[in-house]
């Protein structure tokens, strides 16, 4: 069960990529509308975007799935997604009857309008089968051998050729049956639009639910970008902004909560916090509450309260449908490029439906969820910010010593296996959970860490996310690179250069690489190895082969197995050497 739960919340962050780039689609469509710059130019730069969605799921799903988000498997994605798009749009049938009045020129027009329709209706679909499909080929053959007369197209050029030959096969399943699969889109987006308030009610409580484990983006793409039509347009979100009246129903309920309902919560956070601290955490309660008012990024304030009081937590999601039905019942229609945020509001207030009743709503909520949650937080005692036990850590750390703090927070260089992140977390692999210090990454900061698996990891940062993810790996390739470098004592002029005592270097030594490959079940399990900062990535046949208490008794750090036939060695700095020694006897 944990290894599909991993694989789908990979998949999850990995669909948040694309989705990173709709705010400036959204803003270049609006800002060149009529009534602001009135530049047909700018809104065609927007449009330009949504009209290619599906290639950029397809590069965003690639380079989010694919080993250290390498960009070869983006490249990989669009020559799957080529494929896929345009061999089917030669196999697309087209029935007699939409070219029934039409002949000559005009039917070759008519038959090209009717497979254009199509497409865009595919587009997203394809994208997003053609990302997961690049994805998973880069994983698997990057570092492919080929014979000696084929080896130019080894290692990832072979990536592309691989995608290319696979989006054949999406290219024939979307070309001869895509009749089939619009016809369940079709049944999928009338069982869920007319579920009505029902269907809404669920999407907004599951939405909030499933946000503990990163699913709720794969819920979202399909409310998005999938359910409904409005002239070949497909998705809420999309609908909304090709201009259909009816779009919008599943982002409108996100409002109130975003902008008011978890603002409130932040206030009656402060004010429960005795008085002698709450301008110790004021600064953060404000931080995070103007960010979901501006942005509509609400995690680091449901990290708060999500593993406190799990009821609370309940509660909010049932408030979060009920807010779907209210603003559907006031025919209410409002949409985001990005989330339900302040921006978002005010950019798209002249496209909306009655954006005005957002108002009373809103002060609605505010109440609401101010009383409930002053209410809850004193009554049972919560460990609320400024209301759990003094922390006697030291101040945050210097920008340039922050990536530095993590690592050690983290458990430390060998332990960090992956280093990834989405909108507002950390999604890491580590060697062993138990090396993580949980106070000194709430001292840094952190709102929540959730353990989906026994070797993954996401901690809730908020929005600079992906900034302390990259500085994380800058930090770990800096210190792979200058570990690996013995260091050389001071001569004087003239005197040969001699290694330095061992008593001043870290200890470099590679393992006995024999002995080390006959721990990981020999010559025929070993399939390829590479080194990456401290450790060994070995892909193997058949990882129950694989020996780890021989391999502890080579002096080494440990051993995990993130995924099936992937087998990490914690090393130290002389990983390299022993990555060397294992692809010499590997030949």
């Given amino acids: 069960m944990k290894a599909p739960l991993a694989s789908l919340q990979k998949v999850g962050g990995a669909l948040m990529l694309p989705i990173a780039v709709l705010p400036i689609a959204g803003l270049l469509l609006r800002v060149g509308q009529p ?58 049938a087209v029935p007699a009857a939409a070219v029934a009045d039409v002949s000559g020129r005009a039917r070759e027009l008519a038959v090209a309008a009717y497979k254009a329709h199509e497409l865009a209706k595919l587009s997203v679909p394809a994208g997003i089968l053609s990302g997961l499909t690049a994805g998973a080929l880069y994983n698997r053959f990057y570092n492919i051998s080929l014979p000696s007369y084929l080896a130019f197209f080894g290692g990832r050029r072979f990536v592309p ?22 016809q369940g ?66 982002m409108s309920g996100f409002f109130p909560v975003m902008m008011f309902g978890l603002p409130a919560a932040c206030l009656a956070m402060y004010h429960s916090a005795p008085r002698e601290r709450r301008r110790a955490v004021g600064g953060l309660l404000a931080s995070i509450a103007l960010t ?38 006031l025919g209410v229609r409002l949409g985001f490029g990005f989330s339900a945020g302040l921006f978002d509001y005010v950019l798209n207030f002249s496209r909306a439906t009655r ?54 927070a983290l458990g430390g260089a060998a332990n960090l296996v992956s280093v990834d992140a989405c909108t507002t977390r950390l999604r890491l692999l580590v060697a062993n959970q138990a090396a993580v210090d949980e106070g000194a990454l709430k001292r840094l900061g952190v709102r929540g860490l959730v353990r989906p698996s026994a070797n993954a990891l996401q901690v809730v940062v908020g929005a600079v996310a992906d900034q302390i993810a990259g500085e994380i790996r800058s930090a770990l390739h800096a210190s792979a690179s200058s570990a690996a470098v013995p260091a050389v004592t001071a001569v004087a002029p003239g005197t040969p250069a001699r290694a330095a005592p061992a008593a001043e270097t870290p200890a470099l030594a590679a393992p006995d690489a024999g002995a080390l490959l006959a721990a990981l079940g020999g010559r025929a399990n070993v399939r390829a190895v590479e080194a990456a900062a401290s450790r060994l990535r070995v892909s193997v046949g058949d990882a129950a082969l694989v020996d780890r208490a021989a391999i502890r008794g080579l002096g080494l750090r440990g051993v995990a197995t993130p995924v099936a036939g992937c087998v990490h060695v914690i090393v130290g700095p002389a990983a390299e050497a022993a990555c060397a020694g294992l692809k010499r006897l590997l030949g």
């Fill in 355 to 408: 954006p005005l009743w957002l108002l009373p709503v809103g002060a609605l909520y505010f109440a609401l969820y101010y009383g409930l949650f002053r209410l809850v937080i004193v009554r049972f005692d919560l460990k609320t910010p400024g209301r759990d036990a003094l922390e006697s850590g030291a101040a945050p750390p210097p920008a340039a010593e922050r990536a530095r703090a993590w690592i050690g």
């Fill in 161 to 182: 050729i691989a995608s290319g030959f696979a989006g054949l096969l999406l290219a024939g399943a979307f070309g001869t049956q895509w009749q089939h699969l619009e």
């Fill in 35 to 92: 009534d602001l710059l009135d530049s047909a130019s700018v809104a065609a730069a927007g449009e330009a975007i949504f009209s290619n969605l599906g290639l950029l799921f397809a590069i965003g799903v690639a380079v989010g799935l694919a080993r250290e988000n390498h960009g070869a498997a983006g490249l990989a994605s669009v020559v799957a997604y080529l494929v896929a798009t345009k061999g089917a749009e030669v196999l697309i």
């Fill in 292 to 329: 979901s008012i501006l942005t509509g990024v609400t995690e680091p304030i449901e990290f708060t309260f999500i593993f406190l009081a799990p009821v609370l937590y309940a509660v909010h999601a049932l408030l979060t449908g009920v807010a779907f039905i209210i603003m559907n019942a």
């Fill in 185 to 250: 889109m079709d049944v999928l987006s009338r069982s869920v639009l007319h579920a009505g308030a029902l269907g809404l009610f669920a999407y907004g409580v599951l939405n909030r639910v499933l946000i503990v484990t990163g699913l709720h983006h794969i819920i979202n793409n399909i409310a998005w970008f999938l359910l409904g039509d409005y002239h070949g347009v497909t998705g809420d979100l999309k609908r909304f902004f090709a201009g259909d009246p009816r779009a919008g129903a599943f």
